[in-house]
């Protein structure tokens, strides 16, 4: 079974400073891994993604993601964060592995990320 | 510019009283989603459509029903809600093709269902 895990719940950072966002995941052969932003009241909206490729992804509103495979990890990141990158994070894992009954995401329990001025 | 669309933003409803939550999307997406979202958790899969073949998830509660009368439209029947059902319902989309090829999941802005 695929499983996500974000070992922080939440990340503190001052405004300009970089901010990392930690996930590991566990899945069956190659991993598909996706990382969404939630606002309070809002959906998930989706930031980036790795699929094959540069293990270095880039994504919307600055943020960037390495993919690690030896270490299973994903980590989020942002060279100088903003008061308006606070939100919710949450990884998500789903296998590559062909899956006619659908793409099911398995999510990490979710980064609460302060940035203060 | 909305491409996954939830009706409506803020549902109120009474302890027992059906409860209906709709999800349309412009993507012409073959699979739809259900998740449920209690307080900044993780979501959790309730099922999915893949065309118009439904999947449930084994821990979803019989209370919980769904449609798909179309490719644009996917419904959440509540039958019976409790105050255990009061969440953020979030309905997502994704294209999945038979070859294998993997598409990201998108989200619309949810639902909030509170039960008096």
């Known amino acids: 079974a695929q499983s996500v895990a974000q070992p922080e719940d939440q990340v503190n950072v001052a405004e300009g400073n970089p901010l990392t966002v930690k996930c590991t995941y566990s899945?069956?052969?190659?991993?598909?891994l996706f990382w969404y932003v939630q606002y309070p009241n809002r959906g998930l909206q989706f930031l980036l993604k790795?699929?094959?490729?540069?293990?270095l992804v880039k994504g919307s509103y600055g943020f960037e993601a390495e993919f690690n495979k030896s270490q299973t990890s994903f980590h989020l990141k942002k060279p100088s964060a903003l008061v308006s990158d606070s939100a919710l994070y949450f990884c998500a894992v789903r296998p590559s592995l062909n899956n006619n009954a659908g793409n099911m995401l398995t999510f990490g329990g979710g980064t609460r990320l302060m940035v203060k001025p | 510019d909305a491409m996954v669309i939830q009706n409506p933003r803020y549902q109120v409803t009474q302890f027992g009283k059906p409860v209906t939550l709709s999800c349309s999307q412009t993507l012409n997406h073959n699979v739809m989603y259900w998740y449920q979202q209690k307080s900044s958790q993780a979501p959790k899969l309730l099922f999915h459509y893949y065309d118009k073949d439904f999947n449930n998830e084994a821990d979803t509660p019989d209370n919980f029903q769904s449609r798909r009368p179309n490719t644009s439209f996917c419904f959440l029947d509540i039958r019976s809600p409790g105050l255990g059902d009061a969440a953020m319902y979030l309905c997502a989309t994704s294209r999945e093709m038979t070859s294998g090829r993997k598409d990201t999941q998108y989200f619309g802005p949810g639902t909030r269902l509170t039960v008096l």
């Open positions: 790795y699929i094959t490729g540069d293990n």
């Open positions: 899945v069956s052969g190659n991993p598909y």
